[in-house]
Structure formats: structure tokens, C-alpha cells
């Protein structure tokens, strides 16, 4: 039986369970995909990562891309080392967020008895054949992990287009790695060229990994939320599937995620760091793995009077100086501030933007006098005056530290000179 969830429907399809077994060849390797995004043959849909999903009995999770508008019943074959492939049905939880777009992140659930022996899988529309020729998903997550590699990890969802806001990203870059990053992941489909000659330098440093995104090679993705002013097939570029899909990948890498877009910083205002934050959160909320943490503005049309930070050495450098901008909108009467996340990877089932769909736990508010999203752009509340504006320097608090990184990495990305 294949269970197709859609909105609040559930949908049942008749579905025989069928295994396969074909010739064990120990030369033969099962093909990966080449790509994060792989059309599923015979659909309009796709699949983009696996993983092992320890918290639902062992049942294998596929990260994926479906039509909203194009359901039919999907199966999985999943393959284990010794090439013994077994067809099982599915469960198809297209997720309740896709703001009306016809494609909606989904996860493609696989179960089935001997789930853990797997090493590959694919979905079909197939119900009794197995091909080897077929391009599979290699299944992640296989082991429950204790220890982590990293203890925060920032995903950025989406970057494309030519966005080149090299200034504002390495100060950003920099102010996380003071504040206790270690790891910050960007799902790429395109970027300006110096933001890219930036971009390689983070990741030959180490601390940056890179994911291709090749989304508009597949579908006319939509560069905003709002499907009556940004038309497409989906979501701001797949945004939702990237955060899921790296709050997955880092579900035993990494302590803490940190769910944000490229020019917002999560920042402490009553700690010095997000280690010492999340000590005091965690103890005082054990049971929660959603933190919400509050949006706001810092109008970049408005600037520091004194120009204390007006530097001449980045005079030439491509984006915004955040440090220049301290002003900060207030929040407008019965009118919610949006938030993002810091999240337990492990306590989270499917994420949207701004809160989570499915957790274990729950979540909790952040209040805004201890952390708070500093997020440098165009205003928001644009007839606003300076002087209706507040001041906020938590930022300046990190000024030695943080000229001095930035100059640095803009010398080493070959953006400065170096002092003689």
C-alpha cells in the first residue's frame, strides 16, 4: 500500500510488494547519482539525497522533489552491498509548506524489514523490475553517531543568480567563526565573480563546503516566496529542500544547525558566544531542539554619523559594510517578527523557513533581548526616520577582532594588498 499525503488528504494506492534479486557480481559497483538532484524516470519528480532514519525504526528517508500536480505511485529499491536489491513501498509526505508552488520539498519514505543492510537506493515507478543501470542514491546516516564532528554549523540555503556581496559575506563569515562556527555550508547555484574567488577561499581554508545546486537545470525555480509576484515551479530555488536536506546531511556531524540566509547573523546579546548561549538554553530547555530566534533589520540606507568604520582599505571592495550600519528598526504592534533557527538536528523531522513542520520536543522563542538576527539590507519600514530608528552596536563589540580577520582573509582571497 503507497500512502500519498498531500495537504491534509491522504491518498491510498494499491501497491504489491515485489523483491528482486539479480546475479551477485562482486566487480559490478551500483552507479551513483552524479548529481544532488536526479530526475526519478517516468515522473515529474525527483529525488535528492537518502538517509537512514534512526528515530522511525531504521525506515530509509529519500529527500525529495515532487510535483504536487503529478502524483502516481512511487516504490523504492534499495540495494545492499552484496547487490541483493528489494522493492518495498513507499510513503509519499509532500511538505505542508510549498506556498502554493506546483513542486514541494517531500520525503519519500521507504519501509521495510533489513533497512540498515542498504547501501543504495532508488525510487521508481516500477513496481516489479529492478535496473542496475539506473543512476542510485548512495544512503547516508547509516551509523547513529554520539560524538560530532563540529558543534555549529551554519546551512545557507540558496545562493544565485550574481549575487556579489563579497564585504558583507566575509564579515559575516568572520563574526560566526568569533562567535564558535565551525562549519558553514552554502547550496550554490550561481554567484557574482569576486563572491566566487571569496567562496574558494573559505573552502580551501576549510571552515566553507560548497554544494552545487544545479536546480534551474531541472525546473524554472522562482526567486522569491510569493507565487503571485515571483512565478516558477518552485520556492525561492528549492530553499526548502536544501535546509532540509542539510539539516539531514549534518544530523550526526554536527551538535547545533544553524538555519539562516547568507547575509543574517544569529547573535548572542547576553553571552559572549553561541557555545555559552546554547549551554544556558539547552539547561534551562532540555527537552527542546527548536530554538526561534527573532529578525531584524538594520537598514542599510542609514549610516553611523562619525564613520568610524568608513575604512579606506575597503573602499574597493565589492557589498555592503555592515559595520557602518547600527541602526535597527523597531518592531511594528501586532506584527510578527519572522524568525529563524538554531535546531538539534536530531530533533527535527522537516523544516520550513521560519519554524519547523515536524520535531520532537517542540520549540522555543528566544526572547529578544537575549538573541537576535542581525540582518543588514534594505529597510523594511522605509518611511522611517534615523531618529525613529535604534541604535545597536552589539556588532562593534567584536571590532579588533573582527577589522583584523576580515583584512586578513580579503589579503589571502586576493582582495587587499598585503602590508609590507
Known sequence: MVLVHMNSHTYYIQAPLTIKSPPSNNKFKIPEASYLITPIKDSEHFMVSAFIDHRLDGVIRVISIIN??????????????????????????????????????????CKGKHMQNATH??????????????EYLPIKNKAVQETFKFNFTVCISNLFGNY??????????????????????????????????????????????????????????????????????????????????CIYRHMYQSKYVLLNDIDEIIMPYKHASLPSLMEDLQSAHPNIGVFLIENHIFPKTQFEESGKFKRAEWNNIPGVNIMEHIYREPSRKNIYNPTKMIVNPRKVQQTSVHSSLKNFGGSFHVPFNVCRIVHVRVPLQRRLTKEQLFVDKRVWDFEQELIQNVDQTLKRSGFLKAYS
Open 68 to 109: 504536487r500536480n503529478s502524483l502516481q505511485p512511487l516504490y523504492c529499491v534499495h540495494c545492499s552491498a552484496e547487490q541483493v536489491c528489494k522493492t518495498v513501498h513507499t510513503e509519499v509526505q509532500i511538505h505542508s509548506d510549498h506556498f502554493s508552488f506546483p513542486y514541494g520539498a517531500s520525503d519519500v519514505i
Open 164 to 245: 556579489n556581496n563579497v564585504l558583507q559575506f566575509a564579515q559575516t563569515m568572520e563574526m560566526y567563526t568569533l562567535l564558535g562556527v565551525q562549519h558553514v555550508v552554502i547550496y550554490k547555484t550561481g554567484c557574482g565573480p569576486d563572491l566566487k574567488k571569496l567562496l574558494k577561499h573559505y573552502e580551501t581554508e576549510g571552515i566553507l563546503e560548497i554544494v552545487p545546486w544545479p536546480i534551474d537545470q531541472f525546473l524554472n525555480p522562482a526567486s522569491g516566496w510569493n507565487i503571485k509576484h515571483h512565478k516558477g515551479d518552485i520556492q525561492y530555488y528549492g530553499q526548502l529542500v536544501t535546509l532540509n536536506e
Open 121 to 134: 537506493v532508488l525510487i521508481t515507478d516500477k513496481k516489479d523490475s529492478v535496473d542496475l543501470k539506473m
